[in-house]
């Protein structure tokens, strides 16, 4: 009942930024916490920020100064500016959502991924 479509991926070298995005769609949703996640194929798929309705943000402290969640609610979008990457941030980032649907809790929703790779 939600959709997730992220953009921005793409393939930069290290110091340089790119922005991510993920608007959710879906009849009568309203979203609450949205973030970003990553994964690769030698760790588990790991918490990369987060922010609430209220504008509460959570980094993970790997990206703590570099990245910066912010979202739109009107357009239950949320964006992840990456700036200062390093080849470490290479992954695919995942953007979750919980939304709510005439006051239903959905769940958990899952982008497709977009992949992001920091050259040296």
């Known amino acids: 009942q939600v959709q997730l479509v992220e953009s921005g991926g793409g393939l930069v070298q290290a110091g340089g930024s790119l922005r991510l995005s993920c608007a959710a769609s879906?009849?009568?949703?309203?979203?609450?916490?949205m973030g970003w996640y990553r994964q690769t194929p030698a760790k588990q798929r790991e918490l990369v920020a987060a922010?609430?309705?209220?504008?509460?943000?959570n980094y993970a402290d790997s990206v703590k100064g570099r990245f910066t969640i912010s979202r739109d609610n009107a357009k239950n979008t949320v964006y992840l500016q990456m700036n200062g990457l390093k080849p470490e941030d290479t992954a695919v980032y995942y953007c979750n959502a919980e939304c709510t649907k005439f006051g239903r809790n959905l769940g958990p929703s899952w982008g497709q991924g977009t992949q992001v790779t920091v050259s040296t």
């Open positions: 922010v609430t309705s209220g504008d509460n943000t």
């Open positions: 879906g009849f009568f949703i309203t979203c609450n916490a």
